[in-house]
């Protein structure tokens, strides 16, 4: 939910925060989800909550890189934005929350 706010593109003129797009409010309304999912008893539910916590995550985060990359292609300004710590931060919640989907769906019943 931090992230959402943060600066998901850094540039010489100044930054953009997520909550400048869609993708940020996204991001920002799912992220509850991903608390109430953690403390739910079923294996089956808390894992379809960190894949719906996920993919406006990493959507976001392709989203955001792919369009960094067209308009640093279009304007020959390479190297001059960047991600900002929003977006590091929306991408390594994206990492874990599928590394506990994958790890709760692989570990055998107690």
Excluded at 8 to 17: A, F, K, M, N, Y
Excluded at 53 to 77: K, R
Aim: hydrophobic share 55%; charged share 10%; net charge positive.
């Amino acid at each position: 939910m931090i992230g959402s706010v943060l600066p998901w593109i850094s540039t010489p003129l100044g930054h953009i925060p997520g909550h400048a797009s869609y993708l940020g409010w996204a991001t920002m309304f799912v992220a509850p989800l991903a608390f109430a999912g953690a403390v739910l008893p079923f294996r089956r539910v808390a894992i379809g909550h960190c894949l719906v916590v996920a993919a406006p995550c990493v959507l976001a985060v392709v989203w955001n890189i792919v369009q960094m990359v067209q308009v640093s292609a279009g304007t020959d300004s390479w190297g001059k934005m960047w991600p900002g710590m929003g977006l590091v931060m929306i991408a390594g919640g994206a990492v874990i929350l599928l590394r506990t989907a994958w790890r709760l769906r692989r570990t055998p019943d107690a």
